[in-house]
Structure formats: C-alpha cells, structure tokens
C-alpha cells in the first residue's frame, strides 16, 4: 500500500511540473512576480520529488531483495575486494577530496551571495568538479601502473607509471601484434564457460560488482543535477543579470529564453523520473539473480547471470560494466604483487577499456568546461557575435578532440616501452 501511494504521489508531481512549466512558458501568469513564485513552487516540487523517489526505490529494492537495498547488495558482492590496500588508499583519498571540494563549494557559495554574481558561483563549481574528477582518477592510475612496474624492477631502481602501462597491456601487444579495437575486444567478453578457470569466475563477480555499482541512485543523481541548474536559474537575481546584455542584440526577451530553458530542463527532470519508475524493476530483477548466484555459490549459475546481462544490456553501457569490472579483477592481482600475464585475454585489462573508462570524464569536462565558457561570457559581457565564435570553437576542438585522439592518449609512449621491454625494434 505505501509502496503504491509513494509511486502514485511521485507521478502526480511529475505531472504537475511539467504541466507548470508548460504554464511559465505560454505566459499565462501575468506578471514577473508570478512567473518567479511558479518557477520556485516548480523547485520545491523537485525536491519532494527527489525525496519521494528515493524512498519508492528503497522500498521496491527491499519488497523484491530480501529486505536489502541494491547498495547492500554490492556490498556483499564487493567482499571479495575490501582487501585491495590500493582501492582502500583511493577510498580515503577521495573522502578528503570530496570534503575539500565540499568546503570550497560552500565558500564559494556565500562569496556569490555576497557579491550578488551567480555565474562566478556557477563558474567556481564547474572548475570544482573538473578538479575533483582528474584529482580522484590521476593518482589512482598513477599508483597502481607504478606498482605493477615495481614488481619486476630491482630494490635500487625507480618504477615508472608509463612502463608499468607498458607491461599491463604487453600481452594484449604481443598475441595481435597491436592493441585491439572495440569489435575485436567486445568479442573476447563472449567466452565459454568453464568450470576449471579458476579466473573466470572471480572476473564474472567483479563485473557484478560493478554492475550493481552503476545502479545505485544514478538516475536520482541526475534529477539532483537538474534541479541543482533550476536554482540558479530561477534566483530572481539572474534575471537582471548580465544576461540580458548578451541577448538583447538578438531582440529576444530575456524572460522568455529563461522559461525556455527551465522548460527544456523540467521536461527532462521529468523524463529521468518516469525513466526510473520504468527501470527499478528491471534493476531489482538483475539485483536478485546477481545475489541468489552469488550466495548460492553455483558458477554455472553465476556464468548464466553474466550472459543474460551481456545480452540484455544496452551494448556501449555493459562495455563500460565490463572494462571497470576486469580493472577491479586485475587489480587484486596487482595489490597482492602478483603479475597477470598468467590471466587470460579475456578477463584482462586491455588497452580499448581505457578509452572506454576514459569517456565519461571526456563528457563530464566538455559540460562544464562549456558552462565556464558560458559564465565567463557572461561575466565578462562579451559581445553575442564573439560568444557565438568561441562556443563554436568549444565545440568544434571538443569534437576533434574526441573523435581523433581520446583513444590515443599515451598510446605512442605505451607502445615505446612495449618494444623496449620486448626488444621488438
């Protein structure tokens, strides 16, 4: 009955955001006053919204798992991992970062508040971000590329990152006579099972373990995001701010781009929601053959579980799934000083799930990169025919970027040292 009223509750709200938003925008409230006591009812909405879908998901998880939550569940499928000393430093580091990152947000905030500038508070947490995401992945990569090159070097030499890349991705070098492109790599996640690799099974449950990982509440994350913009968009401040600059060369009314994009932006909170409504079950069904597989030990089981997934879901995500699930399988070998050239291809590292791993982050830095353009346009008020320009030339260098030399970033050095290693001229 709760779990009923809560799905209900939930869809009345979407509903009557969308529905508001579509009321802003047609201008058929009267005044100003009223569009900005609509847009901040809209925001307190998405707040009960939010709140409303966390429990609903909470409750559907433990009416279908057993009385545990899918995060609980991970947890029981990451057992097997707790031990990595490499993971467990990154864990600690990232709780400092996330505090330090915190505290500036929050300085950055009142500093806004006092200056009466939105888009330096906006443009200050954007650059936040961007540093928190390159502050968590760098060193990682760093510590765990040195320590596999530390294993095979003497006490009196130095290990290096590039090398340790090196002899990690040697064997995938060796075997193809170069690195593997995306078809050919996705091919090696199609193996048999086997009941004497004592590998494959520990890879099928890092793969779990990642798997639940990226169901926990990304969906709510997202609405969070977008009710995050809707703040700053909707202060009454903003509306006479530096924006209006911008456009007015373009004769359009500043009010009127504003319930644009609050419009755009509701329709997609309210997609996300439905989204997750639509996707909690699946996600619940995928959670409890994971776990009655795992808690009942049967590897055939678990190999059955693996397939459905690697055929249900949508490619370019369980690809994603697979590259951090065979990262974390690899990984326990380098944390117990173990090499992994004894591991198949097939449950390894290789050089493609780098670029895999490495989009999101690409994605994530073109966002807000392209939101401190925007901000800093605003701030400076530059001229609309200059900021249409070096929006453009975001754009353009953003997309050169990815298509031609994401998937190649350290690719040269990484082959130098494979044939220094090899002796390969």
Not at 8 to 24: A, K
Not at 196 to 211: A, G, L, R, T, W
Not at 246 to 253: A, E, G, S, W
């Amino acid at each position: 009955m709760v779990k009923k009223c809560l799905g209900f509750v939930n869809y009345l709200l979407i509903i009557s955001i969308l529905l508001l938003s579509i009321l802003n925008y047609t201008n058929l409230s009267c005044t100003k006053f009223h569009s900005i006591n609509i847009n901040v009812l809209l925001i307190i909405l998405e707040m009960i919204s939010i709140i409303i879908c966390y429990f609903y998901q909470e409750k559907i998880e433990k009416d279908n798992l057993y009385g545990k939550t899918i995060k609980e569940i991970t947890n029981i499928v990451k057992d097997d991992h707790k031990k990595q000393s490499i993971q467990n430093s990154r864990d600690q580091g990232r709780l400092s970062l996330i505090i330090m990152t915190a505290v500036s947000a929050l300085l950055v905030f009142y500093w806004a508040i006092i200056s009466r500038n939105v888009w330096t508070f906006l443009l200050s947490v954007s650059v936040l971000w961007i540093a928190y995401i390159y502050a968590d992945y760098l060193p990682h990569s760093i510590s765990y590329s040195k320590h596999y090159d530390s294993l095979f070097i003497k006490d009196d030499e130095t290990a290096e990152s590039i090398r340790g890349l090196a002899r990690i991705y040697s064997k995938e070098y060796r075997n193809y006579n170069g690195f593997l492109d995306g078809k050919s790599a996705r091919e090696l996640q199609n193996f048999d099972y086997n009941e004497n690799d004592q590998h494959q099974d520990k890879c099928i449950k890092s793969i779990f373990f990642m798997k639940l990982d990226s169901m926990i509440y990304p969906m709510i994350i997202y609405s969070v995001v977008i009710l995050f913009f809707n703040i700053i968009l909707v202060l009454p401040c903003v509306i006479e701010s530096s924006i209006a600059v911008m456009i007015t060369d373009l004769n359009v009314n500043t009010d009127t781009v504003f319930s644009i994009i609050l419009l755009i932006l509701n329709i997609v909170f309210g997609t996300i929601n439905f989204e997750t409504n639509n996707l909690l079950y699946d996600n619940v069904n995928i959670a409890n053959k994971i776990y009655d597989s795992v808690i009942n030990s049967d590897k055939k089981e678990r190999y059955q579980v693996y397939c459905d997934i690697k055929n249900n879901d949508y490619r370019r995500h369980f690809d994603m799934v697979f590259a951090r699930g065979v990262f974390v399988f690899c990984s326990t070998f380098i944390d117990q000083d173990k090499g992994i050239d004894q591991i198949d291809l097939n449950y390894r590292m290789l050089y493609i799930h780098r670029y895999i791993t490495h989009r999101p982050r690409f994605f994530s830095t073109f966002w807000f990169s392209l939101i401190i353009l925007i901000c800093l346009i605003l701030t400076w008020r530059i001229k609309t025919y200059i900021a249409f320009i070096l929006i453009v030339t975001h754009l353009i260098f953003s997309f050169i970027y990815y298509k031609f030399f994401l998937a190649d970033i350290g690719k040269k050095k990484i082959i130098k040292e494979i044939k220094k290693l090899n002796k390969i001229k």
